[in-house]
Nanobody, 122 residues
Framework: QVQLVESGGGLVQAGGSLRLSCVFS????????VGWFRQAPGKEREFVAR????????NYAISVKGRFTISRDNAENTVYLQMNSLKPEDTAVYFC???????????????WGQGTQVTISS
């Protein structure tokens, strides 16, 4: 059974940085492309970034491109989201998800973590 656990959220000031971690288990190259999504209060869940199993393919939402970096260490079963130059509008619950990959859509991911709260103060 595939499981994902996020950590690293918190409260930081605008302009600061956070690194989120997503520890995964029970998945392989066939179903362990990983995406990060976020959901702010009153808004729909939105795509943030994704990475293939090998790490060679990555994609970012326009709103975070140049500020966020997704990476993974399969030896540690962990995917990271380094978030720099944070803005108040980045405030949301951040989720990691695993699936066969190749899509920015949430429907393309079969397994989800419970989320971690990120709050950016102005």
């Amino acid at each position: 059974q595939v499981q994902l656990v996020e950590s690293g959220g918190g409260l930081v000031q605008a302009g600061g940085s956070l690194r989120l971690s997503c520890v995964f288990s029970g998945c392989t190259f066939a179903n362990c492309a990983v995406g990060w999504f976020r959901q702010a209060p009153g808004k729909e869940r939105e795509f943030v970034a994704r990475i293939s199993w090998t790490g060679t393919r990555r994609n970012y939402a326009i709103s975070v491109k140049g500020r966020f970096t997704i990476s993974r260490d399969n030896a540690e079963n962990t995917v990271y989201l380094q978030m720099n130059s944070l803005k108040p509008e980045d405030t949301a619950v951040y989720f990691c998800a695993a699936g066969s990959g190749g899509t920015d859509g949430a429907d393309g991911y079969d397994y989800w973590g419970q989320g971690t709260q990120v709050t950016i103060s102005s």
